[in-house]
């Protein structure tokens, strides 16, 4: 199939008014969600002097063997986790249209205070798997370097989560969900049990194949063995034939993929390369959407065939943590709008775009009135 490439945003003005009369409209009833698995308190450091970090690395190299220091900036403790993030961001984005149940690992004997504060308030149930890992998360202007402490995400079980929420429960929630997104499966050895048995689950409990949008994230993979990554693939074709399922990498782990299924593309970031990368990894991964997410822009391959659109550069980002999650709860939210594969793109590069740029997660009326902005030429760097 033929590969559409995108070069700006004009050339995507027929589709917009479509894409705007949906996002306005939004989902016509509230629905609920299922979100998982992971749970982490993130101290954020904010690199000073090199900021980037294409000067970080060679100043660090330059003292292997001897030492170094870095002036930086201490900006807190926040929640974290791929999991709590997106399920913020997805509750956020839909004005709370998407009821979330998040189940991760966020205290062992009690929610933890800063995961109350940031969770409760905004989710229909929050379930506690374990105690959260832990991450120093150095940011740059052009990326950020997470310092992880992955101890307990191996305490995220199938078994555990059974234990603490109750089978019953469980399948209550699956009886209603309407899409199920489960991330950092790179962190969480067990996740790909979890993964399977919730598709299992659907299958057992009567949902009809392929109506509940199943959005999978890896995150940073390149730890897990090579047979880790065999028995997850493995298990995609039982999840996709239950579930819609979309599979998104960020550029480096599409890379990474890439190489372990055949085909090394590292280092090239050009629009028709991430295309064409996404097209193979859909034809030798099944599930039915690959989506790649550069900061440039985004990729989608399906049946339809391979799309890439741009994305609203943002060249100094407010915040970075938590932009990938808010394309993913932009990507999931299209497939509950019904969007095709060019719309979920530009909406997941849209919630992205607009986080990075104020820290905020908007709601699909001002994803709408960013894209009016960024389509006139008059999108700035903060909102």
């Known amino acids: 199939m033929t590969h559409t490439i995108h ?13 705007r009369e949906a996002l306005q409209k939004g989902l016509p009833a509230p629905v609920s969600g299922l979100c998982g698995f992971d749970g982490f308190i993130d101290t954020f450091i904010r690199m000073e002097s090199p900021a980037s970090m294409e000067a970080f ?21 926040k929640f974290g986790g791929n999991g709590p993030l997106f399920a913020r961001a997805l509750h956020d984005l839909n004005a709370g ?40 998360c150095l940011e740059f202007t052009d990326g950020k370097i997470m310092l992880g402490d992955l101890s307990t995400c191996a305490d ?33 050895p067990h996740a790909g049990d979890i993964w399977v048995n919730l598709a299992r689950k659907l299958g057992d409990l009567g949902r009809e194949p392929k109506s509940v949008p199943f959005f999978m994230d890896l995150a940073e993979f390149e730890h897990r063995p090579k047979e880790d990554i065999t028995t997850l693939l493995d298990r995609l074709p039982a999840i996709t034939e239950q579930c819609h399922t979309l599979l998104s990498f960020n550029l480096k782990e599409a890379w990474q993929m890439g190489a372990f299924l055949g085909k090394d593309l590292s280092g090239q970031k050009e629009p028709e390369a991430v295309a064409g990368l996404a097209a193979f990894l ?46 993913g709860a932009g990507c ?5 709008l019904g969007l095709d594969d060019t719309a979920t793109v530009l909406l997941g590069n849209c919630a992205s775009g607009y986080f990075v740029r104020s820290g905020r997660t908007p709601d699909l009326p001002g994803i709408a009135s960013f894209l009016d902005l960024w389509s006139g030429g008059k999108l700035k760097e903060r909102i």
């Not at 063997?65 to 900006?75: C, D, E, N, Q």
């Not at 062992?108 to 120093?136: Q, T």
């Not at 550069?294 to 980002?317: D, L, R």
């Not at 999931?332 to 509950?336: D, I, R, S």
């Open 156 to 188: 995220i079980t199938w078994k555990r989560l059974l234990e603490r929420m109750g089978e019953d429960d469980l399948d209550a929630e699956l009886r209603s969900a309407a899409c199920i997104s489960a991330v950092n499966w790179g962190k969480l």
């Open 97 to 136: 249209q998407i009821e979330v149940t998040y189940i991760g690992a966020l205290g062992d004997k009690e929610l933890l205070p800063i995961f109350d504060e940031a969770l409760s308030s905004k989710m229909k149930r929050v379930v506690s798997l374990a105690d959260p890992a832990h991450s120093d």
């Open 282 to 327: 859909r034809d030798k991964i099944q599930t039915d959407r690959v989506i790649i997410h550069p900061n440039s822009g985004a990729a989608c391959s399906s049946e339809h065939g391979t799309v890439y659109v741009p994305g609203p550069f943002c060249k100094e980002p407010l915040i970075s943590t938590g932009a990938g999650d808010n394309f």
């Open 57 to 77: 690395g060679p100043k660090v190299t330059a003292a292997a063997g001897i030492a170094t220091s870095f002036p930086v900036r201490h900006l807190g403790d």
């Open 332 to 336: 999931l939210t299209a497939a509950l």
């Open 7 to 19: 070069s700006d945003i004009q050339s995507l003005a027929s589709q917009l008014p479509a894409l």
